[in-house]
C-alpha cells in the first residue's frame, strides 16, 4: 500500500526540526542582517504553544504582534546574563514550507565576545536544533543550538 501526501501527518513530513539562522555583516549600512527561516508548521506549533491559542500563517492577519514577541524572548544576545534583543523587527515572509524572519542589529562591532541565545521551538521539540552561521568579511563561524546548548559565545 503507498501512502499518499495527505494521509502522511505534519510530524512525518520533516522528521526532524531545525531553523538556520544567517548573520551577515552590511559593511555599507553598518548593521548585522538576520534572517532566520523555520519549518511554518513547526512555527506555528511553537506560537500556538506561546500564545495559549491555535495560530495559523493563512488565518492571522496579525502575524507580525504574534511572531515579534515569540522571536524576541527565543532569540537575542545576552550581556551579564540578561537576554537583549537590541535588534530591529524587519518583518517576516512565507516562502513553501518555511518562513524567513528579518531583523537587523546596527552596529559596527563585530560581535566578538557577545553570547548569542537561540532556543526556538525547543519547548515544543525535544530534538529542536537550531543553526547560526554568523560572517563578517573573511570571519565565519557556525553554531548548532540545541535544548542542552542554548547559548553560544562569538569567538572568532
Not at 495559523?56 to 504574534?66: P, Y
Not at 527565543?74 to 531583523?103: A, S
Not at 537550531?130 to 569567538?155: D, E, M, P, R, T
Request: proline fraction near 4%; charge should be negative.
Amino acid at each position: 500500500m503507498f501512502l499518499s501526501v495527505e494521509s502522511i501527518g505534519r510530524e512525518e513530513r520533516h522528521p526532524f526540526h531545525t531553523s538556520v539562522t544567517e548573520c551577515v555583516y552590511n559593511e555599507k549600512e553598518k548593521s548585522w542582517e538576520i534572517a532566520i527561516r523555520l519549518f511554518q508548521d513547526d512555527l506555528e506549533q511553537g506560537l500556538s504553544g506561546f500564545h495559549g491559542k491555535k495560530v495559523s500563517f493563512g488565518k492571522a492577519s496579525n502575524m507580525d504582534e504574534l511572531l515579534e514577541p515569540y522571536i524576541r524572548k527565543h532569540f537575542g544576545l545576552q550581556v551579564n546574563k540578561q537576554l537583549q534583543t537590541p535588534y530591529r523587527w524587519i518583518g517576516w515572509e512565507p516562502n513553501p514550507d518555511v518562513i524567513w524572519v528579518y531583523v537587523e542589529i546596527p552596529s559596527d562591532q563585530d560581535l566578538a565576545g557577545v553570547f548569542i541565545m537561540n532556543d526556538l521551538l525547543v519547548e515544543q521539540f525535544p530534538d529542536q536544533t537550531n543553526l547560526l552561521h554568523c560572517a563578517k568579511g573573511v570571519k565565519k563561524k557556525s553554531f548548532l543550538f540545541q535544548k542542552n546548548q542554548v547559548l553560544h559565545q562569538i569567538v572568532w
